[in-house]
Structure formats: C-alpha cells, structure tokens
C-alpha cells in the first residue's frame, strides 16, 4: 500500500469525485453487487451529479490520493440527508465516501473524518450506508469503529440501509 495523502476538495473537483464514484461502481458491477448503487455509471445520472455538486459545495470534501492520484473521497457536513432523522447534539456526517478497493483510503478518510470531527469539538460522527446484499459494508464501517444505531429502508421501499455512529 501506498503512502496516502488527504486534501481538501472543492468544485474544482466534481469531475475526479464522479470518476472516483464511476469506478467504484464499475467495480460493483464486476463483482455483481449492483444492489448498492445500480449498474450505470455516476457520471452519466443527472440524480447523482447534483448529488455530487450539492456536497462539494456546502460540506467539508477530501480527496485521498496516493502519488498524487485520486483514490478516495468523503464529505463532512453538519447533519444527514432528508431520508434521516437528525439527532439532539451537534454531530459531522459522512456523505459521498468512495475508495478504490484495497487501497487503504476508505480506512484513512474515515479516519481523517474522526479527527476533523475531534478537532471541531464535536464528538459523534454518523454514516448511513447500503445494508443489503452481503452486509459487506456495514461490517467495513464497524471495523472501523463505528456501532449500528438504526436500520431504515430508502428509495420506495427497495434500498435497505443502516445508520452508524462513532464517538470521537
């Protein structure tokens, strides 16, 4: 594994974020895990632009990269998406996290992700992510230290979810 680095990112970077996001499902669609995120490419879904341009906008965005080429990407923002119910404290939330497979990136932005949320004073970080298929993801997310809270089902009833938490 490559050395990572993890800088800030903009609007000047929607265009590496919806590569990041394409490639991410490329390789769902290999792995015929298409329950996530469909089979298109991202960058070809007026849905998921917007989605993109909205949070590389308001929120806090990174780009992971190893040898100055993108690898990874998280937003942090003040709360979650309208489809989940806020909390009664102040919280950072994870949007838009995508990393190339086994480069170590995810691991490092959730990482980065805790110490902005510290640094900030805030201590409780959220992420909610696709819960179904083989429940990959949301065993990722609790090796790296976050709890499942509550599980929720999003898009006309067929995209089953979960929300996590972790203290910082």
């Not at 265009?15 to 996530?36: C, E, H, I, N, Y």
């Not at 991202?42 to 806090?60: M, N, Q």
């Not at 992971?64 to 806020?86: F, K, M, N, Q, R």
Request: overall charge negative; aromatic content about 8%.
């Amino acid at each position: 594994m490559d050395h990572i680095t993890i800088r800030p990112a903009g609007p000047d970077d929607i265009p590496t974020v919806l590569a990041l996001f394409d490639d991410a499902v490329a390789w769902l669609v290999s792995q015929g895990r298409t329950g996530q995120w469909g089979d298109q490419p991202w960058s070809t879904r007026p849905k998921t632009i917007a989605l993109v341009e909205k949070y590389l906008t308001t929120g806090s965005a990174w780009i992971a990269e190893t040898g100055g080429e993108p690898v990874g990407t998280l937003t942090l923002t003040d709360g979650p998406g309208s489809y989940i119910a806020p909390v009664d404290e102040p919280e950072r939330y994870i949007h838009l996290l995508t990393a190339k497979h086994g480069s170590g990136a995810g691991s490092a932005l959730l990482a980065h992700a805790a110490a902005e949320t510290r640094s900030q004073g805030i201590s409780l970080l959220r992420v909610d992510c696709y819960a179904g298929g083989d429940g990959k993801l949301v065993a990722y997310y609790e090796r790296n230290g976050f709890t499942r809270t509550e599980a929720f089902v999003e898009q006309d009833g067929t995209w089953p979810g979960q929300i996590l938490a972790r203290r910082v």
